[in-house]
């Protein structure tokens, strides 16, 4: 008999007769909503010229407000259980230590709406911790399957964006990346090319291990495809972090092919990713693309110079004295530095969330007290408001124990994962652990978005998830 409350109806009581084929159905759904959300409504900002990317923060509004109502059923159903408690109350614990943080923090809009623009304060990290849920709740393969080949979907989406932007400068405000260095850098609809290279980390990593293990010839057929565009594109964000995500990807697939026992005339598939790569450093030394003519990584410039400071005004200019801002190891080392001073000044709350900036404001310039912190910013030289290091980032933001629950988070995602490799080694557990273990590595060079972050932390969620076994499971719900 259906379960209802109250002698009310079976269709009024859905959650208490929902089964866990039809919740991983549903929860799916949001998590592919993560993926494409905050893109689909960054159309909206790139292709007109009034609207800011705040607008972008409401994909992750619509797409954190389902996964709040199925983290919410999760708990209900005592979905969350056995091995997947300890993940979620170290994210759990890690969203309360925000709480604190935004309740002493200097600056309370920007602590709960995030800076203008990056849109990344407590309502985000909460919104974060009900994908992550939603993901760990999960009960079925093919639920987590929709997930990844949303990832590539998503990657695709933002790639064919990124071509308009490589090969005629519009749509982007990375066309150039100095007053006389015109690159056509591809960002996609991820904001920025660096965070463009983290979503398409994820998005080739998925399609290799998918054309080199997939049964669906179309599948293959497709995540090949997709390979050779994602390769293209990430040596068009000029970054650092675009080269080790190739490197990572296809040394997955490598790995999957020997560890999966597939074929290995499917290492073929690896190619077309490797020729996109070649193929836009052959543009760029030929004078295709831009006025450069030779390859090279551009991190600094725009990291700190197109992003930070022309796009949003959330940083101010870099000084030439103390940063060449042409060297790439030297941005990032010197940036981590700075992360570190203020992690020692502010231990344990942080700074604040999405508040890295402020307390580096050393002067008004010649504004008023009342100016807007936008304004303020860009007469600060030398201030920044992203640290391309996650961990540092967390800490230095919201203070060392939330970088302890972080740390843990993502540990149990990649060790949880590990260890279902280990037990059945199969491809689609053998995709699941790269993709969590990717976004692991790619933290220690990159920071959290608004695009990249939902994906990831719903991917990190499916990776602590506990699947079971689809018809058993089915008729035993059936049965209840």
Request: glycine share 8%; aromatic share 12%; proline share 2%.
């Amino acid at each position: 008999m259906p379960k209802t409350i109250f002698r009310s109806t079976e269709k009024s009581n859905f959650i208490l007769n929902m089964t866990e084929e039809q919740y991983s159905k549903l929860a799916s759904i949001g998590l592919a909503m993560a993926c494409f959300m905050v893109s689909l409504f960054t159309i909206i900002p790139e292709i007109t010229i009034n609207s800011t990317y705040t607008i972008a923060a409401g994909g992750l509004a619509v797409s954190g407000v389902y996964c709040m109502i199925m983290a919410f059923i999760a708990f209900i159903k005592k979905y969350i259980k056995g091995g997947t408690v300890f993940p979620v109350c170290a994210f759990g614990a890690m969203t309360l230590w925000a709480v604190i943080s935004f309740a002493v923090s200097g600056d309370k809009y920007i602590g709960l709406y995030g800076f203008p623009q990056r849109a990344e304060g407590l309502l985000a990290i909460i919104f974060y911790f009900c994908i992550f849920v939603t993901g760990a709740a999960i009960k079925r393969r093919k639920a987590v399957e929709t997930v990844i080949y949303s990832v590539i979907g998503t990657g695709i989406l933002n790639s064919v964006f990124a071509l308009v932007q490589i090969f005629t400068g519009k749509l982007s405000h990375y066309r150039m990346i100095s007053l006389d260095i015109q690159t056509n850098s591809a960002s996609g609809l991820a904001h920025s090319p660096l965070f463009l290279a983290m979503v398409l980390t994820l998005s080739l990593t998925a399609a290799l291990i998918s054309a080199v293990t997939n049964e669906s010839k179309k599948i293959r057929v497709i995540s090949i495809v997709s390979s050779l565009l994602f390769g293209f594109v990430m040596i068009m964000t000029y970054s650092f972090i675009g080269i080790c995500g190739i490197a990572f990807s296809v040394i997955a697939a490598v790995i999957t092919v020997f560890t999966a026992k597939a074929s290995k005339k499917r290492l073929a598939s690896l190619i077309p990713s490797v020729v996109g790569a070649v193929l836009a450093v052959v543009l760029v030394n030929a004078g295709v693309i831009g006025n450069v003519s030779s390859y090279r990584l551009y991190d600094g410039r725009e990291l700190w110079w197109a992003d930070s400071f022309m796009r949003i005004g959330s940083s101010g200019m870099n000084n030439p004295d103390v940063l060449d801002i042409d060297d790439t190891l030297d941005v990032y080392l010197y940036l981590n530095g700075k992360a570190m001073d203020v992690i020692s000044e502010n231990a344990v709350t942080g700074t604040g969330p999405d508040q890295f900036a402020l307390p580096q404001i050393y002067t008004l310039g010649n504004l008023g007290e009342d100016a807007l912190v936008t304004d303020v910013l860009p007469f600060n030289t030398g201030t920044f408001d992203r640290v391309y290091n996650e961990y540092l980032y967390t800490a230095a933001t919201r203070g060392i124990p939330s970088l302890i629950a972080l740390a843990a988070v993502i540990l149990c995602a990649v060790f949880m994962s590990l260890k279902r490799l280990r037990k059945k080694n199969t491809a689609f557990n053998s995709a699941v652990f790269f993709l969590a273990l990717g976004g692991a590595l790619l933290f220690l060079i990159g920071c959290t978005n608004l695009v990249f972050s939902p994906i990831y932390w719903g991917l990190a969620g499916c990776a602590c998830a506990v699947i079971g076994k689809e018809k058993a499971d089915s008729s035993k719900e059936s049965k209840k």
